[in-house]
């Protein structure tokens, strides 16, 4: 089945500065690459997704980039803020009898003043 | 509208003893599942259903059994709750092949 890598696990910035989390995924027929976020306590909830015909894809401080041939993909968050400040997954999906998802093991992002 | 909403929030259960978390989701979508959350290892599938009728295994079945009781509900039942059950459950449900929006969560200890 699918394997989804997630780098880092920990991830400390200082506010304003950029962060880059990176995930690999194991199965070339993923076509659906959504991130989550969720604060402590809370549930996870999607910030950006992307499909496999799209290289990249962005939305005000945060982009995803896709490399289909590596079987990478990367968050991007620029400007950061101290509300940015979360558990971050990333994950992977081929689609067919629903949309079941694959996670990694997601990166904590602490944005420090 | 509710979106995703699961019961209980909070349960404390013996080893052995059996228990049923609840989901329900009023967004009208097709596909429902459940994962688990436990630190350092994401969020983990255990079963999922892809449509009303039908449910399948995910990753970590063992242990879990669900029944996709109509269109809106879909719940997950542990037979015999083992010390490696404790973590925190996630229902989700999603569009055939749209976002998966997440319930709050249910935090089960088993001791």
């Known amino acids: ?3 989804v890598e997630q780098h880092p696990s920990t991830l400390s910035v200082q506010e304003g500065d950029s962060a880059v989390i990176k995930c690999t995924y194991s199965d070339s027929a993923s076509n659906y690459f959504p991130w989550y976020k969720q604060e402590l306590g809370k549930r996870p909830q999607l910030i ?6 799209v290289g990249e894809k962005k939305d005000q401080r945060i982009a995803v980039t896709l490399n289909k041939t590596a079987k990478h993909f990367s968050l991007h968050i620029t400007e950061t803020q101290p509300e940015d400040s979360a558990v971050y997954f ?3 999906s081929k689609g067919g009898g629903g ?11 602490k944005v420090e003043l | 509208n509710a979106g995703v909403t699961q019961t209980p929030k909070f349960q404390v259960l013996k080893t052995g003893q059996s228990m049923t978390l609840q989901c329900a989701q009023d967004m009208n979508h097709n596909s429902m599942y459940w ?3 436990d630190p350092g290892m994401g969020l983990r599938l255990i079963y999922y259903s892809a449509s009303e009728g039908t449910t399948d295994k ?9 029944s996709r009781l109509n269109k809106r509900e879909f ?4 037979e015999s709750a083992a010390p490696s059950q404790t973590s925190v459950y996630f229902c989700a449900s999603s569009r055939e092949q749209g976002e998966q929006y997440f319930g709050p969560g249910t935090r089960l200890t088993v001791t």
Not at chain 1, 48 to 53: F, K, L, P, Q, V
Not at chain 1, 99 to 109: A, E, P, R, S
């Open chain 2, 58 to 66: 995910g990753e970590v079945p063992n242990g879990y059994n669900v």
């Open chain 2, 75 to 78: 719940s997950l039942r542990l």
């Open chain 1, 48 to 53: 950006i997704d992307i499909r496999s015909n």
């Open chain 1, 1 to 3: 089945g699918e394997n």
């Open chain 1, 90 to 92: 990333c994950a992977a």
């Open chain 1, 99 to 109: 949309n079941k998802l694959t996670f990694g093991t997601g990166t904590q992002l």
């Open chain 2, 35 to 37: 994962y688990r959350q």
